[in-house]
T-cell receptor, first 112, second 113 residues
Framework: NAGVTQTPKFRVLKTGQSMTLLCAQDMNHEYMYWYRQDPGMGLRLIHYSVGEGTTAKGEVPDGYNVSRLKKQNFLLGLESAAPSQTSVYFC???????????FGPGTRLTVL | KQEVTQIPAALSVPEGENLVLNCSFTDSAIYNLQWFRQDPGKGLTSLLLIQSSQREQTSGRLNASLDKSSGRSTLYIAASQPGDSATYLCAVMTTDSWGKFQFGAGTQVVVTP
């Protein structure tokens, strides 16, 4: 039981490049989340999903897209990376409302 | 919009002392509140989840209380150890933000031997 995993762990991009971050969970959770964590700002919600095939915007969705084609996977895409997207990205999952969130180990992204 | 505040941003205590960490929220219509621990360069580890109908939740040396009327939760860690050094975050789900949590910025704790 691996819990929540994220790929890759580190990435350096140049401005304008695109990439996809993969989150996978093996707990059969319905809810999945993408957050970014920046110094002094806590975690901010980018996008989330309440089940397979669904996505919704969070607090800071601009510049990101997501997809949840399979229940166990939640993908975060950056179409044209900007230095402001330099951050640590965390994925989380939750079985149902009222349950705990479980987090992945994070992806550290630097955009030059 | 729910605002979640954790004060102080950092504190240092000697080993053996009890830790008291605060989490304040502006909207008392919460569904639940979750406490996390984060070690440097790592993800968040869930410590305690307290539902809106509960006044407290306990796990080992950890105890979390919830007072919705005053918009406050407190995490107590008894007999602190150097291994308790980490950043502690709280996250609140309000009843009208179904499925979404609002996080505090965290309290960085250092326990000195």
């Amino acid at each position: 039981n691996a819990g929540v995993t994220q790929t890759p762990k580190f990435r350096v991009l140049k401005t304008g490049q695109s990439m996809t971050l993969l989150c996978a969970q093996d707990m059969n959770h319905e809810y999945m989340y993408w957050y970014r964590q920046d110094p002094g700002m806590g975690l901010r919600l980018i996008h989330y999903s309440v089940g397979e095939g669904t996505t919704a915007k969070g607090e800071v969705p601009d510049g990101y897209n997501v997809s949840r084609l399979k229940k166990q996977n939640f993908l975060l895409g950056l179409e044209s990376a900007a230095p402001s997207q330099t951050s640590v990205y965390f994925c989380a999952s939750m079985a149902q409302v009222g349950n705990e969130q479980f987090f992945g180990p994070g992806t550290r992204l630097t955009v030059l | 919009k729910q605002e979640v505040t954790q004060i102080p941003a950092a504190l240092s205590v000697p080993e053996g002392e009890n830790l008291v960490l605060n989490c304040s929220f502006t909207d008392s219509a919460i569904y639940n509140l979750q406490w996390f621990r984060q070690d440097p360069g790592k993800g968040l580890t869930s410590l305690l989840l307290i539902q809106s109908s509960q006044r407290e939740q306990t796990s080992g040396r950890l105890n979390a209380s919830l007072d919705k009327s005053s918009g406050r939760s407190t995490l107590y860690i008894a007999a602190s150890q150097p291994g308790d050094s980490a950043t502690y975050l709280c996250a609140v789900m309000t009843t009208d933000s179904w499925g979404k949590f609002q996080f505090g910025a965290g309290t960085q704790v250092v326990v000195t031997p």
